[in-house]
């Protein structure tokens, strides 16, 4: 079955370090990843998406990689704040969209000042 | 200020007492859908909406109803709500129809079924 897994422990860091965040998947051929934030008790908020014929993707100090022979996407927080802290998803959807995307279970990221 | 926007914000009832949470949409988005997430499991879709009047079920459609009557309207019915329904729910919107890009989240419903 597909299978999406994000680290499930926190991940600390130190204000002004690079945090990154993993998303591997199994048993998918996904056409774009897509990844959001999101607050406590809040709605995700959509960052970035990267497509299956994409390596890279940039916007700000945010930085996303794709790698569909790994199955896995890494994301890149750098110069990282501690108002960067929240819970971070990543979501999959298939190659000619099934409009039913799948999350993973996000990982939440602290950033200590 | 484009946004999606549901109510109630919280929402405390009992065991069968019908129930309906509204979503609203102001960026004319075709496509919409319901989540709910709970905690360990992420996200979970629960019915889409590709149109008007076209809906179809996610991944957990069962015990929850939707109608699309209004592009921008999106309510989600519990018909006889039960304890296991008991989550935080989400309603997002996009712009794309043939794919689920960029979604729009509201802020969420919490609702506790007594």
């Known amino acids: 079955s597909q299978k999406i897994e994000q680290n499930s422990e926190a991940l600390n860091i130190q204000e002004g370090k690079t945090a990154t965040l993993t998303c591997n998947y199994t048993?998918?051929?996904?056409?774009?990843l897509q990844w959001y934030r999101q607050d406590p008790g809040r709605g995700p908020v959509f960052l970035l998406l990267?497509?299956?014929?994409?390596k890279e993707k940039r916007k700000e100090r945010l930085k996303v990689t794709f790698d569909t022979t790994l199955k896995q996407s890494l994301f890149h927080i750098t110069a990282s704040q501690p108002a960067d802290s929240a819970t971070y998803l990543c979501?999959?959807?298939?190659?000619?969209?099934?409009?039913?995307?799948?999350f993973g279970r996000g990982t939440s990221l602290i950033v200590h000042p | 200020e484009a946004q999606v926007t549901q109510n109630p914000r919280y929402l405390i009832t009992v065991t069968g007492k019908k129930l309906t949470v509204t979503c609203s949409q102001n960026?004319?988005?075709?496509?919409m859908s319901w989540y709910r997430q709970d905690p360990g499991l992420g996200l979970r879709q629960i019915y889409y909406?590709?149109?008007?009047?076209?809906?179809d079920k996610g991944d957990v459609p069962e015990g929850y109803k939707v109608s699309r009557k209004e592009k921008r309207n999106f309510p989600l019915i519990l018909e006889s709500p039960s304890p296991n329904q008991t989550s935080l729910y989400f309603c997002?919107?996009?712009?794309?129809?043939?794919?689920?890009?960029?979604?729009?989240f509201g802020s969420g419903t919490q609702l506790s079924v007594l």
């Open positions: 960026m004319n988005h075709e496509y």
């Open positions: 979501a999959l959807d298939i190659t000619g969209g099934s409009y039913i995307p799948t």
């Open positions: 990267i497509r299956e014929n994409e």
């Open positions: 909406s590709m149109n008007v009047e076209v809906t």
């Open positions: 997002a919107s996009s712009l794309s129809v043939w794919t689920t890009e960029k979604l729009f």
């Open positions: 048993n998918y051929s996904p056409a774009y």
